[in-house]
């Protein structure tokens, strides 16, 4: 739910109610497959990546541990993304002790991505939850890009992976708009993001059929031409 200092538009207040009245058909459907259901509403955080969702989110696991995360001076810093490797190693000894506290799954509708967080990461990689991160959503969604032949979806996105990690140099073509772009990925494997979410631990975007890789800095060269931003077309100028 947007927080009071955030400033939207009547389109976007729109979607956003879309967006929640989503998330509330999803745990009411989850019912009928699952005993336990937790349905959580929290502030936007205001951008992507913010820690402080968390607190809601990780349930039992999160507040049951954040007073000793406080204890030892680890929970601010966490938060801020400021803690140095080796608080981060000793905020996840205190989560691993609690982990049987921790949800299964946690299926992430909503308006700021939190893939990017060291909550998902925890619950994720020490916790063995199963997480699926789902910003932006929208209702179309359900019967186009979440329509598909998951399995197939799936053998075609790992095969683009290895097409992609044979390359020294990726190249997007001139398009209509005269884009051209070439960047180096030399030393960085490009990674698979299926949407097969059925192991323990297992973490993806959905909708999924991509292929991501961090390209080497200092590399990309061209003219890239960005038509739409994640809720909205661009205007030209």
């Known amino acids: ?4 200092s955030e400033t939207i538009d009547a389109h976007d207040s729109c979607r956003r109610d879309g967006l929640r009245y989503i998330a509330m058909l999803t745990a009411e459907v989850g019912r009928s497959y ?12 205001g951008s992507h990546g913010t820690e ?12 049951e541990n954040y007073r000793e995360l406080k204890k030892k001076r680890l929970a601010c810093t966490l938060l801020k993304k400021e803690l140095p490797d080796s608080g981060i190693k000793e905020a996840e000894e205190v989560l691993r002790s609690a982990k049987s506290e921790s949800v299964n799954a946690v299926i992430a509708l909503s308006n700021y991505s939190t893939s990017h ?5 925890f619950l994720t990689r ?3 939850c199963r997480y699926a991160s789902m910003p932006l959503f929208d209702v179309s969604m359900f019967e186009g890009s979440m329509h598909v032949d998951w399995k197939a979806l799936a053998k075609r996105t790992h095969a683009l992976e290895t097409i992609v990690n044979t390359a020294e140099y990726v190249e997007i073509a001139t ?3 005269h884009a051209y772009f070439v960047l180096s990925k030399r030393g960085r494997r ?3 993001d299926t949407g097969v979410l059925t192991k ?3 973490f993806g975007n959905l909708p999924a059929g991509e292929v991501f890789v961090a390209p080497l800095e200092g590399t990309a060269d061209g003219k890239l031409v960005l038509q739409w931003a994640p809720t909205r077309e661009l205007e030209e100028r």
């Open 117 to 121: 967080t060291r909550f998902r990461d």
């Open 190 to 192: 490009a990674l698979s």
């Open 126 to 128: 020490i916790c063995g």
């Open 52 to 63: 402080a969702a968390g607190r809601t989110l990780g349930n039992r696991l999160w507040k």
């Open 175 to 177: 398009t209509q708009r």
């Open 1 to 4: 739910m947007p927080t009071p």
């Open 200 to 202: 323990k631990g297992s």
């Open 34 to 45: 699952t005993k336990k259901i937790l349905y959580k509403e929290f502030p936007a955080p």
